[in-house]
């Protein structure tokens, strides 16, 4: 790919400006914008460059509203929405129930306000340009307005490797001088550039039965998927096996509708995701085609790893595996879609880990215990790790302090260490002070607990998957192609977390919401599934066949230049794969994520690498 500018790679982004002159100067800073909406004023307020089939644009009176995404809102209806709204509260309101995935933006007499979606696959950012407050959906954007530079300690804790997770913990944006809003709130600016955070979701009572909950969820998933279907865009969908994409597969081909499936196959034969894909396969209508990806054609892990991807707003997470989605984008593109459906979140909205055991345990003490000997049972926990689910935390602030206290540049080897974040060997003294010090500062700022146990794991887990969702949807939309996730739809995921968690979860039975919800749409076939495929351990051979990319990075490196990890000892890591812990193939992900995010960046636009240098380094 050639060197990165500031083009952003054809990717949709968009700022939003207070109804202010003083906003007006930001604009000059900005990419160029191909696109452009007004405050009732006449003042800019929307800029930016988006694709006009994902945005909708309604006025009434002193109010603009704005929908950026895919949603089944005809431009009558959104003309109405904007009629209703009166105040700022009101969009949350009348936007509530809104089927699809989207931003919601208005200018209410000339207030901005500013939603994005509760998983945090549409987050939204702020930051003060020039005395006023700035808003927008890209970090890197607003980062280049308030001139501000990458900040260290978030850098470093993107080395950070452990199992349990805190929103905003592991994906810290990566600027200073930018904050994030948080995914249950939204933002409003006033006149004056003035800016508040306001929460507006809550979690869902979770009081319904499995089949109300059930009748509920089918509702929300057909209309999620009639949402991607209206845009008349050319689909595709994954058909891993899994039941969740699965599921999306019969939805998106009903009524004998084109769809394009892709299947990707390892070698692996305790993997049973393509028989299930072909079971699938047989029994989709004649309209479907499929793409097969086959190992022995498959791009290996990490070997594009010495090339300029396109420009993300902060690492991407599964930088391994990035040449095998960049081969599934142009196989897709090849076949002519332009809108392709994943099963991205369905994981966490429909199977709750056995988290939910604390407060059943509570709640209904002999049911709690039959649950908690069958996954004793079943999935063979050790005793370390069995506590985990009948003991909950205690406070998260804590709990975090004393993480932050116990940070150091070293792996456990046991499989369950009781401190749940780590550092690798290869980070730096400056790299532990620096985690140590975010570590700190999050947990002086964390609420208070409220609410369920259950739910709130489960709304962290959703946000994690979220995150992680946004940068696949950059770094497609680069190759011009939109990914979208139907199960992360803010309806979708209220319909799961409304049902009670003992009978959303069980130990004897997959994902038995979506299975009651698909009777009579996906074939009973594909229903029966219990199990789900743990995945292929590729990280020894990726290494091996690729350690001279690896070893290139090492070379030179940016992090090492930021203080954050010594290349040598990241090097001697890479040259051998006895690793004592499988953390140690996770934490070099991690790192070689971070190092390629600072390479891509137009910022630092390090040379590619030549071909020479990275054959000769193994």
């Not at 996954?375 to 506590?387: D, E, K, N, V």
Request: aromatic content about 8%.
């Amino acid at each position: 790919m050639d060197q990165p500018g500031w083009d952003l790679a054809g990717q949709a982004w968009f700022v939003i400006l207070p109804d202010d002159d003083a906003a007006a100067d930001a604009i000059a800073l900005l990419p160029e914008p191909t696109s452009w909406v007004s405050h009732p004023s006449g003042r800019p307020w929307l800029v930016g460059r988006w694709d006009p089939a994902a945005v909708r644009i309604g006025a009434a009176r002193g109010v603009r509203l704005v929908l950026v995404g895919w949603t089944r809102v005809s431009q009558e209806r959104v003309n109405a929405l904007a009629g209703r709204v009166r105040e700022v509260a009101d969009v949350a309101r009348v936007c509530a129930d809104l089927s699809g995935c989207a931003h919601v933006l208005s200018s209410v007499d000339g207030e901005v306000v500013a939603h994005g979606t509760v998983s945090g696959v549409r987050r939204l950012f702020y930051a003060r340009v020039g005395g006023v407050v700035v808003a927008g959906d890209r970090a890197d954007v607003l980062a280049r307005l308030a001139g501000s530079g990458v900040d260290e300690r978030a850098l470093a804790m993107r080395l950070v490797v452990g199992e349990d997770i805190v929103p905003g913990l592991w994906d810290p944006v990566m600027w200073r001088g930018v904050t994030p809003v948080p995914e249950d709130s939204y933002l409003a600016v006033d006149r004056r550039g003035r800016s508040r955070v306001v929460r507006w979701w809550w979690p869902p009572e979770p009081v319904l039965s499995l089949r109300e909950g059930a009748w509920k969820l089918r509702t929300a998933l057909i209309d999620a998927v009639e949402t991607r279907r209206d845009t008349g865009l050319a689909l595709s969908a994954d058909l891993s096996g899994g039941l969740d994409s699965t599921t999306l597969c019969f939805l998106a081909s009903r009524g004998d509708r084109p769809l394009v499936t892709f299947t990707s196959k390892n070698d692996d034969p305790a993997d049973e995701d393509p028989l299930w894909a072909d079971r699938a396969a047989a029994r989709l209508p004649a309209t479907v085609s499929r793409i097969v990806l086959t190992d022995d054609v498959s791009p290996t892990q990490y070997s594009d790893l010495t090339e300029f991807g396109p420009v993300l707003d902060e690492p991407f997470p599964e930088i391994s595996v990035r040449p095998v989605y960049t081969e599934r984008g142009r196989l897709l593109m090849a076949r002519g879609s332009r809108l392709h459906l994943t099963g991205d979140g369905g994981d966490e909205v429909l199977q709750d880990s056995p988290a939910y055991l604390v407060d059943l345990l509570r709640a209904r003490p002999l049911l709690g215990a039959r649950r908690f000997t069958a996954y004793w049972l079943t999935r063979r926990w050790p005793p370390a790790h069995a506590l985990r689910y009948v003991r909950p935390r205690r406070d998260e602030g804590a709990w975090l302090v004393e993480v932050a206290d116990g940070l150091t540049n070293r792996l456990p080897r046991e499989e369950y260490p009781r401190l749940a974040l780590h550092l690798p060997p290869w980070a730096t003294t400056n790299a532990v002070r620096l985690a140590k010090e975010y570590l700190r500062e999050i947990a002086a700022v964390l609420p208070p607990h409220r609410g369920e146990h259950t739910q709130r794991q489960l709304v962290r887990d959703l946000r994690f998957s979220g995150h992680m969702a946004r940068m696949d949807q950059q770094l497609f939309a680069a190759m011009g192609l939109s990914l979208t996730a139907p199960f992360f739809d803010n309806t979708v995921l209220n319909a799961c977390l409304a049902v009670r968690p003992e009978e959303r979860t069980s130990p004897w039975a997959y994902k038995p919401l979506l299975a009651e919800a698909m009777r009579g749409i996906v074939p009973d076939v594909s229903l029966t599934r219990t199990t789900k495929a743990t995945g292929f351990d590729v990280d020894h051979i990726a290494v091996r066949q690729n350690r001279a990319s690896l070893f290139a990075l090492c070379a030179d490196s940016l992090l090492a230049d930021h203080g954050l990890i010594d290349p040598d000892a990241l090097r001697a890591a890479c040259s051998t794969t006895m690793w004592e812990t499988m953390l140690v193939p996770h934490a070099m992900a991690r790192t070689f994520s971070a190092e390629r995010w600072l390479r891509d960046r137009p910022e630092y636009a390090t040379p590619p690498i030549p071909d020479a240098t990275v054959a000769g380094s193994a």
